[in-house]
């Protein structure tokens, strides 16, 4: 227990739209992993979400996670800017995974930000982007 702190608390991160049902239940558990101060599990589901977004745009299910990575970056999914947040978000996963260690606040948020602004810019500019030029016209 955090001195003065109250649970529940808010979600970390920006709520999105737009996303497919599987990827969404996994960003959500990240965001409330971060409001209970379970970093380890925060980090390790945007490390997850990463396969998730793989195998959603069409990568093979059960492939090594190198191969998810290698895949949205040969697929376009990952534009040379965003290698080293996706560079970043398996590092803290695979530290989460592998190591003894706990992830202090500001490594679980930087992970849980970069992995938001994937999902953003994967699935949500998109989904906005359908809803402003299907609307229909005067």
């Not at 409330?32 to 990463?50: D, S």
């Not at 299910?61 to 290698?70: I, P």
Request: proline share 6%.
């Amino acid at each position: 227990m955090v001195k003065g702190a109250v649970f529940p608390g808010t979600p970390f991160g920006p709520k999105l739209q737009g996303l497919p049902d599987d990827v969404e239940k996994a960003y959500e558990e990240a965001r409330r992993c971060m409001e209970v101060n379970a970093y380890t599990a925060a980090e390790l589901l945007c490390r997850k979400i990463l396969m998730h977004v793989a195998v959603e745009k069409g990568a093979k299910e059960g492939e090594t996670f190198a191969s998810y990575l290698l895949y949205l970056e040969s697929n376009g999914y990952v534009t040379p800017p965003m290698k080293t947040w996706i560079e970043l978000i398996r590092q803290h996963g695979n530290k989460a995974t592998h190591k003894l260690e706990f992830p202090e606040k500001e490594r679980a948020q930087s992970t849980v930000m970069f992995t938001a602004e994937l999902l953003r810019l994967t699935y949500e500019m998109e989904y906005l982007a359908n809803q402003y030029t299907n609307l229909k016209k005067p």
